[in-house]
């Protein structure tokens, strides 16, 4: 018998919490369909300023479609995402009558640029150089001009262990050196925050390393960033949480300990045994 039980304040649980700072991304109650078919529910999700998630979970899960939220390349059924306080797809402020004002595709677009994005497919322009590549956005959407964007780029290819690499053009380049080129581009834009949809998954083995080690130093920078990968080595030596989805839901999210090591439930466990 315990009395006091009713006067216990119910806090929940939830490991994934940052201990301190506002959330950069904010996912809160997101739901997203298409058509019929439900593929996100109720999703919440904090990520804090410097902070690394990484999103695991079966093929068909919604990885994909939550990244693609919080980038406004699809917009939620309901529910809303936020960035730095800011609700994606609305102004910053209120009208004077307080009320929010939805912004428009070029306004969207502009929002969108603060988030860089790696998709497991390097698209990089075929005839371009990796220079040129990632040149391209700073000079064609910043208004860069080309003397400063180059010294930029080369920087950054630098960064990314490519600078012997910038003449050549992406069919010159093996899968890895593409994938860290297109990183570098997607730096070009200063991002606030990044995410990765399996950046290595359409890697030969021996290449998935030397990518890996470019997200690491990124998130040794400080970079915020969110993770799509099952490469449980990576997620367990640089996430500060990991996130288990499962037919659209969060199941499990917590530090690499309480997920990889301790998982609660028969899928997240299921789902362990089939990528450790
Ligand atoms: P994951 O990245 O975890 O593999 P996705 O987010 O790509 O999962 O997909 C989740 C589900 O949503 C899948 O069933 C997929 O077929 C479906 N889906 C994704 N995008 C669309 C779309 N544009 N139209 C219809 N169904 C979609
Ligand atoms: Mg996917």
Redesign the pocket.
Known sequence: DAPDDQSAPVVPSDPAAPAEGPALIALEGVHKA??D?H?LKDCDLRVAEGEVAVLI??????????LRCINQLEEPTAGRVRIAGVTQGYAEEPLPDGRWQKLSPQQIARQRARIGMVFQRFDLFPHMTALQNVMEAPVHVLGRPKAQAEKDALALLERVGLADRAEHYPSELSGGQQQRVAIARALAMEPELMLF?EPTSALDPELVAEVLTVLKELAEGGMTMVV?THEMGFAREVADQVVF?AD?QILEQGTPEQVIDHPQSDRLQGFLASVL
């Open positions: 298409f058509g078919l593929v979970g079966p093929s068909g899960s919604g990885k994909s479609t939550l949809d799509v989805m659209g």
